[in-house]
């Protein structure tokens, strides 16, 4: 079964929290009207976002996606997409542990599991992975049962930057062999690093071959392949299987907005460089959805 472990889920509560105070800012209704500035489908109800969604997995035959709360205080919209259809969605949620009180915050979101995997942005919200602050996050979903995706390397926001907005992010805080030192720490704890790095590939490797926790997920056009000359996704492909193995590899697409909807072509781009790579049909069967299904049972 085809799962897609990396979608965002962009709802009228994210749009309102990622302008509020900016110069993007409007007066009104700020989902309707920044939707209008992009020229995105506005989004609505987080209701009546999640039942588009399914309709847009059925049409593509996929049978579960992650839906990421893409900003800190929208969990909300996550939670009750994911109560609506809990047997096709998995709840992620962005969490910025910079200001402290990290359990006291976190175990309350985490506490009936509708919420699943804990999303870590350090450059964003600049902290060092090694702070006490990461290793309380790390704890929380120790006694939850959660993930940790932690986003490392390259970090563009693409709606950022078309709303003007700055981003002031510090790449030397993504780094992942910070995370692989608190994973180690922490070996029942699945930690998913997106992008096979974001253009830290080779740090990603050596976390996921020290700590067998560490996971990798495929998603976005990986652009950062550019990075490293001569370099191709079938290559990526080849290096993460002989290091990680097929049972840690995770595909995802980094789908995000309507009307554009899932992200075909990513995925056929990456079903091509799987085959290119000679990947074995079980290693395709585990990475394209056997692998989510196994870290993100349905309840």
């Known amino acids: 079964m085809l799962c897609d472990a990396h979608c965002h889920f962009f709802s009228a509560r994210y749009l309102e929290l990622l302008t509020h105070g900016t110069p993007a800012a409007v007066d009104g209704d ?6 209008a500035k992009l020229g995105w489908d506005p989004p609505g109800t987080p209701e009546a976002l999640a039942d588009r969604w399914i309709a847009e997995l059925d049409r593509h035959h996929v049978g579960r996606a992650a839906l990421i709360a893409s900003i800190p205080g929208d969990e909300a919209s996550v939670s009750t ?13 962005m969490f910025n542990p910079a200001p402290g009180n ?9 506490a ?5 995997a804990v999303a870590l942005f350090p450059a964003m919200h600049r902290y060092r992975l090694d702070d006490p602050a990461v290793v309380d996050v790390f704890e929380a979903a120790q006694a939850a049962g959660a993930a940790v995706f932690v986003h490392c390397g390259v970090l ?6 078309r709303l003007g907005l700055p981003s002031p992010f510090d790449l030397r805080l993504g780094d992942p062999l910070a995370v692989a030192a608190v994973a180690a720490r922490y070996p029942g704890v699945p930690v998913i690093l997106p992008h096979f790095g974001a253009g ?28 490293h000359p001569g370099l191709t996704l079938e290559a990526v492909f080849r290096q993460a299987l002989a290091v990680a193995g097929p049972e840690r590899l995770l595909f ?3 789908s995000s907005f309507f009307p554009r909807g899932w992200h075909t072509a990513v995925h056929d781009s990456q079903a091509a460089a799987l085959a290119a790579a000679n990947a074995t049909l079980d290693a395709r069967t585990r990475i394209m959805g ?10």
């Open 30 to 35: 700020a989902a309707t009207l920044v939707s």
């Open 200 to 227: 830290m590939l080779r740090e990603a490797l050596m976390a996921a071959a020290q700590c067998p926790n560490v996971h990798l997920d495929t998603s976005s056009s990986n652009s950062w392949i550019a990075y």
């Open 102 to 110: 990290v359990r006291a915050r976190l175990d309350p979101l985490l």
């Open 252 to 254: 995802g697409t980094d």
């Open 290 to 299: 056997g692998n989510f299904d196994r870290l993100f049972p349905v309840a």
């Open 156 to 161: 563009t926001v693409g709606v950022r930057k």
């Open 81 to 93: 997409a994911v109560a609506r259809h809990p047997s096709r969605l998995v709840g992620f949620f």
């Open 112 to 116: 009936d599991r509708t919420l699943r």
